[in-house]
């Protein structure tokens, strides 16, 4: 499995677009990008999942160049309530098993 | 609310003794998953079912940890002579394979357990 790198934590003002970059050196062909984000004492919940180039939804966009190394969640015009832990996993194929790493926790400040 | 139920919400149990959780999955979901989650780490995977079969267990998954998903439906977990380091958030998922993100799991809110 590819091996994520995320920062371990972000502070962002409400109102600010924040864009959260995970690092995937090693990613397979047949890997997918995959984003949960998770609220305190709550299960992680689905974002976003991509293979290439960009993909858009009504919660987030990620980018994803060319050679798939890196992968780059982006949240519009973030509050309060986005405050939460991101994560990035890479290597998602038919319907199995996840597998996360420590992700990313945001904090947005009023 | 994702539509996973997890029961209880909430156990404190003494190191010794046996306990039980339950998963009821949204219905037509024929993919159950276990995770364990301790403060500050991400889930890690503990075993998963397509439909009352368990195909695949983590090696974090002792002897003392058994699961079960009879009739393809609700799913337990047992943990027996549970230990301290036991102590987590126990999350459930499902998932219906073959439809939507090969990546995406609907995730129940969890059993926290803590043994004392």
């Known amino acids: 499995l590819a091996k994520t790198t995320q920062p371990i934590s972000m502070d962002s003002y409400e109102g600010q677009e924040v864009n959260i970059t995970c690092s995937h050196n090693n990613i397979a062909t047949n890997d997918y990008i995959t984003w949960y984000q998770q609220f305190p004492s709550q299960g992680p919940r689905f974002i976003i999942q991509?293979?290439?180039t960009k993909v858009t939804n009504e919660v987030a966009s990620l980018f994803i160049p060319a050679d798939r190394k890196s992968s780059t969640l982006s949240l519009p015009r973030v509050s309060l309530s986005d405050t939460a832990v991101y994560y990035c996993l890479v290597g998602v194929l038919f319907y199995e098993k996840l597998t996360f790493g420590t992700g990313t926790r945001l904090t947005i400040i009023p | 609310d994702t539509g996973v139920s997890q029961d209880p919400r909430h156990k404190i149990t003494k190191r010794g003794q046996n306990v039980t959780f339950r998963c009821d999955p949204i219905?037509?979901?024929?993919?159950l998953y276990w995770y364990r989650q301790t403060l500050g780490q991400g889930p890690e995977f503990l075993t998963y079912f397509q439909n009352e079969a368990q195909l695949e267990k983590s090696r974090l998954l002792s002897d003392r940890f058994s699961a079960e998903r009879p009739k393809g439906s609700f799913s337990t977990l047992e943990i027996q002579r549970t230990e301290q380091g036991d102590s987590a958030m126990y999350l459930c998922?499902?998932?219906?394979?073959?439809?939507?993100?090969?990546?995406?799991?609907?995730f129940g809110p969890g059993t926290r357990l803590t043994v004392t």
């Open positions: 219905s037509e979901h024929n993919r």
């Open positions: 991509g293979y290439k």
């Open positions: 998922a499902s998932s219906l394979s073959g439809t939507g993100y090969a990546g995406e799991q609907y």
